[in-house]
Nanobody, 116 residues
Framework: QVQLVESGGGLVQPGRSLRLSCAASGLIVIRTTMAWYRQAPGKQRDLVAAITPGGNTNYADSVKGRFTISRDNAKSTMYLQMDSLKPEDTAVYYC??????????WGRGTQVTVSS
């Protein structure tokens, strides 16, 4: 059974950094398209960054140059390094995994709050 557990969220000042982790079980990270989404209050859930089995990455325009998605297959974990955080990055961040048969799984989310 696939399980995704996010961690690393918290309260941080603008301009600072956070690293989110998504611990995955029941799948092979490097064979799975994995992604980070975020949802701010009253808004839809949007894609932040994704990484394919081949290692290709893509980012939302709003985070390009500030966020970096990566994975460690030995630890079965995906990461999101978030630098130069802005108040508008405040949201619940969700881990997403899409298997080769298109079954999709979500974590429960981790709150990121950027505020002075």
């Amino acid at each position: 059974q696939v399980q995704l557990v996010e961690s690393g969220g918290g309260l941080v000042q603008p301009g600072r950094s956070l690293r989110l982790s998504c611990a995955a079980s029941g799948l092979i990270v490097i064979r799975t398209t994995m992604a980070w989404y975020r949802q701010a209050p009253g808004k839809q859930r949007d894609l932040v960054a994704a990484i394919t089995p081949g290692g290709n990455t893509n980012y939302a325009d709003s985070v390009k140059g500030r966020f970096t998605i990566s994975r460690d297959n030995a630890k079965s974990t995906m990461y999101l390094q978030m630098d130069s955080l802005k108040p508008e990055d405040t949201a619940v961040y969700y881990c997403n995994a899409r298997l080769s048969d298109f079954r999709t799984y979500w974590g429960r989310g981790t709150q990121v709050t950027v505020s002075s």
